[in-house]
């Protein structure tokens, strides 16, 4: 028999569309849906045979949620994370971390040993070409100069237009960006 976890996504933007489907493939998660839109959450429900649920609060109340992945605005990051994680969910949260490094250190310091699990959906971590760059760059010493390009083009819309719910800096854009050390 394959365990089901209960997943909770919460903040159901175009990016939350990517973390379900990939969820249901794996027949290992029974999904719910939770959004500030009652109707989001029904919409999604329906499109990936889960639960629509309340807002984060009930949601960490109940006994069959195991895990939930934030994929709200960034502001949001700090505050859904910490409760999660709290309440003893594991917690797989949308990138950026946080809009600060301020903000990072607090949801860091919400982790206790044996405690619910955190993750950051940055996959990029786990390229095989990763650790040979690194070798690579230990080798011959510390970058000079860095390049950031864009992965795609991307127009940001919405909450990511406003400064204080996206956060600041070319790597909180919401895009892709690929760093290369000179």
Not at 66 to 78: E, S
Not at 149 to 164: I, Q, S
Request: aromatic residues 6%.
């Amino acid at each position: 028999l394959i365990a089901m976890h209960g997943v909770c996504i919460v903040g159901l933007g175009g990016y939350a569309n990517v973390h379900a489907r990939e969820l249901q493939r794996s027949k290992r998660a029974r999904l719910l849906f939770s959004s500030r839109d009652a109707a989001k959450a029904k919409d999604f429900a329906g499109k990936y045979e889960g639960e629509p649920v309340g807002i984060l609060e009930e949601v960490l109340k109940r006994k069959d949620v195991d895990a939930v992945v934030l994929c709200g605005p960034h502001d949001l990051h700090v505050t859904e994370a910490r409760a999660a994680l709290a309440a003893g969910k594991n917690v797989l949260l949308e990138k950026p971390m946080a809009r600060t490094s301020a903000e990072a250190r607090r949801i860091l310091a919400a982790l206790k040993p044996g405690g619910a699990r955190f993750m950051l959906a940055e996959n990029y971590a786990f390229l095989p070409h990763l650790p040979i760059l690194s070798d690579a760059l230990a080798r011959i010493g510390a970058p000079k100069n860095i390049l950031a390009r864009h992965w795609r083009r991307y127009r940001p819309v919405g909450w990511r237009l406003k400064l204080e719910q996206m956060g600041g800096g070319v790597l909180e854009a919401g895009k892709i960006v690929i760093l290369q050390g000179v």
